[in-house]
């Protein structure tokens, strides 16, 4: 069964449409998805696939790039498609919203404005109250992504289908990022490796860098390279040292 129907105009939408497509079935699988150019076997009366797929679907996007409210009609070039009543995309619009399927109206490119309903034929006027979501082709992995996302929410039927789900909640966050906390109240214990950190509360000792560091009735001794140390109610100052300190003019010996 195809959840997901691809409401397009082969003039101005077919690429969309396609790039649509393939990533909604990668995400979804192949038989969820349906478009009339691969999805209908030849042979096949086009007029009932295409009728019987809308109202089997749980989505319908449509697809609505810059042109679509003005694109002409092919058999009366004066006047608008959306204005013969056998134009097949206002066709399958009537049949979904009269179904109650969930209707998404997906805007091609940055050019592409809401709707507005006095332009539109009556029994499509529903439409321009749809929320919709936008689609550039530049970044259409990301924007698809999204729209997957919150498809999955509303449609239980795509979450079970759902190839991507998002990754479970690590049990141990400490564990996952490397940090090992040794207990104390407010503080990270230690961090093995070349560059080490230690903070305890607001009082003890912060040290970072390839060097020991010992603790000791309260009485920190740190040494190594890349050192910070802060103590007491860090009313004093940070101190920072890296390599051999080379004696200024001045220093007290």
């Known amino acids: 069964m195809h959840e997901v129907f691809i409401n397009y105009r082969t003039q101005g939408g077919k690429e969309a449409a396609y790039m649509c497509h ?32 809308v109202r089997r679907s749980h989505v319908l996007l449509a697809l609505i790039d810059e042109h679509w409210l003005d694109a002409p009609d092919r058999k009366n070039p004066g006047r608008r498609a959306l204005v013969n009543r056998q134009d097949w ?3 399958e619009l009537e049949e979904a919203l009269t179904s109650g399927i969930l209707v998404v109206p997906l805007m091609i490119g940055r050019s592409a404005v809401q709707l507005d309903a006095r332009r539109l034929p009556k029994s499509l006027a529903e439409l321009a109250e749809c929320q919709y979501e936008r689609l550039t082709l530049r970044a259409i992995d990301t924007d698809m992504a999204r729209l997957c996302d919150r498809l999955i929410r509303q449609v239980p039927e795509l979450a079970v289908l759902d190839r991507h789900p998002a990754p479970a909640a690590a049990s141990d966050p400490d564990r996952e990022s490397g940090v090992h906390n040794s207990g ?19 009082h ?24 910070n ?14 390599g051999p300190r080379v004696p200024r003019k001045g220093d007290q010996r």
């Not at 060097?211 to 050192?227: E, F, L, S, V």
């Not at 140390?229 to 890296?242: K, M, T």
Request: hydrophobic fraction near 30%; proline fraction near 4%.
């Open 22 to 53: 393939e990533r909604l079935s990668a995400r979804f699988g192949d038989g969820s998805v349906f478009l009339a150019a691969k999805s209908i076997p030849p042979g096949t009366n086009y007029a009932d696939a295409l009728i019987s797929n």
């Open 229 to 242: 140390y802060v103590a007491g109610n860090n009313h004093g100052g940070i101190r920072q040292e890296f």
């Open 204 to 227: 003890g000792p912060l040290h970072t860098g390839s060097g020991d560091q010992i603790h000791q009735n309260h009485n920190p001794k740190i040494t190594g390279d890349g050192t």
């Open 184 to 202: 104390q109240s407010g503080g990270i214990g230690q961090v093995n490796g070349s560059l080490g950190t230690f903070v305890n509360e607001s």
């Open 89 to 91: 995309v206002r066709r």
